[in-house]
């Protein structure tokens, strides 16, 4: 396999975006950020893509972002406006992805990767995964909506166990602590992965897309209850609704459009 920038491949309603770095442990660099977000943009934009996996080459997940943009970044200006990293941008990206991402972690994860991670719906891993955020001991104070999943997904005093303490967890921690859902044999994981997309790609997708935004918002605390109310209506009035009960009646599988 060639190495460079995350790949994406669309197959059977599924896409898979893979990260391309194995000799540097798939560490994200700044140019591969802009790859991920016209990556997202793309899957965004298809509505034939139901589900996405997140996965990566050779024994690790990744390393995390190259912080070397962020370093070197000049002094002065308003240091206290609130403008995202290209980083956080893409992860939030692929959070607001509208279909369901399932991330397949085939080795250690570090760093912003750790988010990348959470910014899928679900993760499953190998017993050989190992995950540390070494933001503190880099001196450096971590992007807010990074936190806020982090609090969001694993819980207030987990958060503060990987952000102030800076643990190394292993495969057994990370599943107990609930960042991952399954620890799986090496080779069962992609295997696990695509039967998880494949799943969720034979769900209805306005119903997929507006759920899944809601209960991210409702994991947020930022939840907008009268365009959630109107995104239930939407579905109720639904081509995939009628379709839906009809296949439940007819004891037969459904055929969504999305419509």
Same mark, same amino acid.
């Given at each position: 396999?060639?190495?460079?920038?995350?790949?994406?491949?669309?197959? *059977?309603?599924?896409?898979?975006i893979?990260?391309?770095?194995?000799?540097?442990? &798939?560490?994200? +660099?700044?140019?591969?950020?802009s790859?991920?977000?016209? $990556?997202?943009?793309?899957?965004?934009?298809? !509505?034939?893509?139901?589900?996405?996996?997140?996965?990566a080459?050779?024994?690790?997940?990744?390393?995390?972002?190259?912080?070397?943009?962020?370093?070197? !970044?000049? #002094?002065? %200006?308003?240091?206290? +406006?609130s403008?995202?990293?290209p980083f956080e941008?893409?992860? &939030?990206?692929?959070? #607001?992805?509208?279909?369901?991402?399932?991330?397949?972690?085939?080795?250690?994860?570090y760093?912003?990767?750790?988010?990348? #991670? =959470?910014?899928?719906?679900?993760?499953?891993?190998?017993?050989?995964a190992r995950?540390?955020?070494?933001?503190?001991?880099?001196?450096?104070?971590?992007?807010?909506?990074? =936190? /806020?999943?982090?609090?969001?997904?694993?819980?207030?005093? &987990?958060?503060? !166990?990987?952000?102030?303490?800076?643990?190394?967890?292993?495969?057994? /921690? =990370?599943?107990a602590m609930?960042?991952? $859902?399954?620890?799986?044999e090496?080779?069962?994981?992609?295997?696990?992965?695509? #039967?998880?997309?494949? !799943?969720?790609a034979?769900?209805? @997708?306005?119903?997929?897309?507006?759920?899944?935004r809601?209960? &991210?918002?409702? %994991?947020? *605390?930022?939840?907008?209850?009268?365009?959630?109310?109107?995104? $239930?209506?939407?579905?109720?009035?639904?081509?995939?609704f009628?379709?839906?009960?009809?296949?439940? $009646?007819?004891?037969?599988? @459904?055929?969504?459009?999305?419509?």
């Amino acid at each position: 396999m060639s190495t460079g920038s995350p790949s994406l491949e669309v197959r *059977n309603a599924v896409a898979t975006i893979r990260l391309r770095r194995p000799e540097q442990a &798939n560490r994200i +660099e700044a140019g591969d950020v802009s790859v991920l977000l016209d $990556h997202c943009a793309a899957i965004s934009a298809d !509505r034939s893509v139901r589900a996405v996996v997140l996965t990566a080459a050779g024994p690790q997940f990744s390393a995390g972002y190259d912080l070397t943009a962020l370093r070197d !970044r000049p #002094a002065g %200006g308003d240091e206290a +406006e609130s403008v995202s990293s290209p980083f956080e941008q893409a992860v &939030n990206a692929f959070e #607001a992805l509208p279909q369901v991402t399932v991330c397949a972690l085939n080795g250690g994860v570090y760093g912003g990767s750790i988010d990348l #991670a =959470m910014a899928c719906d679900f993760r499953y891993g190998v017993p050989a995964a190992r995950m540390r955020m070494p933001a503190a001991r880099l001196g450096l104070q971590y992007y807010t909506s990074g =936190m /806020q999943r982090y609090v969001s997904r694993l819980g207030l005093d &987990n958060a503060k !166990r990987l952000f102030l303490l800076g643990e190394t967890l292993d495969a057994q /921690q =990370m599943l107990a602590m609930g960042f991952l $859902h399954a620890v799986v044999e090496p080779e069962q994981l992609a295997e696990l992965a695509q #039967a998880t997309a494949a !799943r969720a790609a034979g769900m209805a @997708p306005l119903a997929v897309s507006g759920m899944k935004r809601a209960l &991210n918002a409702i %994991g947020s *605390n930022s939840l907008d209850p009268d365009a959630t109310q109107r995104s $239930h209506v939407q579905t109720t009035r639904s081509q995939d609704f009628r379709e839906g009960v009809a296949a439940w $009646h007819e004891k037969r599988e @459904p055929t969504f459009r999305g419509m």
